[in-house]
């Protein structure tokens, strides 16, 4: 099972030249894949010619083109779980969820996959002193990629993990990074235990502390409410969303394009993007339900109703861009201006 | 409330459009800003003796005692208050919001020390009592870099303590440093006396 690469990817970031920088999509041969629960599999992805690969912020994600040519393709994103200094290889573990990780599980070793990336987009903050690394589930292995760069950079961090017995990816590799002073890791089995535990940690943590959550939707609705009466700024609370909660249909509305002046119909249930993928215009994009920001458009005119968990509260108000997948104009049939 | 960061300083001001800000410079409040409604806790320091001071330092204890856990830190000067502060910084947790309120002298050195102790502007509120005119300030002389307690304004100018320089005050202050930044005139301290 090896995929080809598709000569007209687009290469989205011009990295380095030198090849161990590239970060547009290309070759990578499966060099291991381990199971790590009934439900997660480890696939450790290396250069076919055995070089290094770009290095990568902790936190950062690879995007993988899953079942090449086949009904099933798709580009799948899927955080690294190492610390991303001077790599040699990345490492991913798999939730089998739907065709996409289906396609992964099936990989065995020297198959070649597409990947494109590393790119950074849940990067700890600069000034942090301290990290509080909270994970449910499959969204330990950023956190994983967080604990392990903050064991190599010498900084201190505890690490919240809330999983389901039998079924926590990782847990050895967080245990054994425990065994420092400066890591501690609280675990925790049931939605209850987890509330109070986060309760908890978020009430003792010293000036400087940035906290990292990545897991399902009810465990990041916790975390913010949690941060939020305990009194923490919301510059210090970061998250990172791999579901969305299902959204409505939406209400119609157009689209003008500044470039030609065409106005796109864009009834319920069809999406921004959907409409101008329709007509041939390359928008980027990858999670479709505005989790991962990759179809960000430029807005000139237009009230929108922002409904992404990407843009901050100030872009919102903002008004210049929106998620093209899951944006719509703010009332029905109102028209949009978009600078594309 | 809108919060707006300054730049430079990263003193949080309240309800001012960031185009009305001075870069590089503090910006003071006009009257002592209320208690962050959302802080967990509270740490006020009340540095120096102004009569102004406790009043500030007073006030803002009355309105968050009733809230949140509230800690009073009093030092008169920062040499022997040097000590609680620290401690009282390395006690705080996420959620505290630091009220200081003192001259503008101790009140910047004080904020980069919070700074330094991983506090962002988000968490910083700051009243002075002597905002207007020429008064005590911490500058950093480029020439034997050091900070020293000058009187004087930023563009005007102070003899440096440490190398004796007629020293130009610029209108350019370190958030993490606290101080200003100064330089020679390229004149002596005398010729401008005599002046």
Known sequence: MSATLQPEAPVRYAAHQHAAYRTGPRLLRVAEVRALTTEVRHVVLVDPDGGHLAPYEPGAHVVLTTDPGG?????NAYSLTDDGFN????????????QGSAWVHGLAAGDLVEVEGPRSAFAPRHDQRHALLVAGGIGVTPVLSHARAIVRWGGSAEVLYSYRPGHAAHLDDLRALAEREDVTLHEATTVAATAALLADRLADQPLGTHAYACGPVPLLETYVDAARAAGWPEHRVHLERFTAPELDPGVPFTATLASTGERLAVPPG???????LATGRAVPNLCRQGVCGECEVPVRRGAVEHRDLVLSDAAKEC????LACVSRAARADDDIEVDL | M??????ATGIAATGIAATEVPLGLP?????????????????????????RTAEVAGAWVREAEGRVPTRLVV?????????????????????????????????????????????????????????????????YCAHCRATHRLHGEPGGTAVCTGCARLLEIHPHHSAARGSFLASDTGTEPDDQVAA
């Open chain 1, 71 to 75: 009904p099933g393709e798709k580009r």
């Open chain 1, 87 to 98: 790599p040699r290889r990345y490492a991913i573990s798999v939730l089998r969820r739907e």
């Open chain 1, 270 to 276: 069809t999406s921004l993007l959907e409409a101008l």
């Open chain 1, 319 to 322: 008004g210049d861009r929106m």
């Open chain 2, 2 to 7: 809108t919060t707006v960061e300054i730049a």
């Open chain 2, 27 to 51: 910006h003071w409040p006009a009257v002592p800003e209320p208690v962050d409604p959302t802080a967990a806790t509270v740490l006020v320091l009340a540095l120096g003796g102004h009569p």
């Open chain 2, 75 to 139: 030092a008169d000067d920062l040499a022997t208050g040097h000590d609680d502060v620290v401690a009282a910084l390395d006690a705080v947790r996420i959620g505290v919001r630091i009220m200081v309120v003192g001259p503008q002298h101790d009140v910047l050195l004080t904020l980069a020390r919070c700074r330094a102790h991983g506090a962002s502007g988000a968490e910083l509120r700051a009243f002075v009592v002597d905002a207007e005119g020429p008064t005590d300030l911490p500058v």
